[in-house]
């Protein structure tokens, strides 16, 4: 029997919101092990004199436990 856990991870991006992802994941990566899955429960983009300057994702990451 596997025990899951999930953490929320907040990662940004100046690219895009999969490049925000992709960070997020890579990072969790490195302090999580058997990271399993990412849910994307909110985007956001900082907007600056009408210009996206940064876009911004709140993840719950599932790792497993061992």
Known sequence: ???AKVTEV???SKKSFDDAVK???SRANKTLKNVRSAWIK????TVVKG????YRVTMKITFVLT
């Open 23 to 25: 960070n997020g994941v």
């Open 42 to 45: 909110d985007q956001q983009v």
């Open 1 to 3: 029997m596997a025990v």
């Open 51 to 54: 210009k996206i300057t940064e």
């Open 10 to 12: 907040i990662s940004s």
